[in-house]
């Protein structure tokens, strides 16, 4: 367990307006977290904080939501498939000429 010397500042910034889904404009913590904020330990304060986070990062679009994370697929080549051409830019470093079986 780390000791804490000081205690975590509230996140506020002074703009103090909620948005459509209740959370501060400013520090985008929700009502009962801003009331509560004096109540709560230290631990509780950085987890706030953690979610004030993301829920700006989510509202400047900077997260994905995890349905959208899912839906890329890697196709792995089947042994079925049949072999890809590979095209070779410069045919004259290919010389079979002196080649036998």
């Known amino acids: 367990m780390q000791l804490e010397f000081f205690d975590v500042p509230s996140p506020c910034i002074g703009i103090c307006q ?7 404009k400013g520090c985008y913590r929700t009502r009962e977290e ?12 950085q987890k706030v904080i953690k979610r004030c ?3 700006r990062k989510r509202k400047e679009g900077k997260v994905k939501p995890k349905q959208e994370q899912a839906t890329v697929e890697i196709k792995q080549p ?5 072999p890809s051409k ?8 290919m010389d079979f000429g002196d080649f036998e079986l």
């Open 34 to 45: 801003r009331q509560n904020w004096i109540n709560l330990a230290s631990d509780d304060k």
């Open 18 to 24: 909620s948005d459509e889904k209740g959370y501060c």
């Open 78 to 82: 089947s042994l079925l498939d049949p």
């Open 86 to 93: 590979v095209s070779h830019s410069n045919s004259s470093d």
């Open 53 to 55: 986070i993301q829920r």
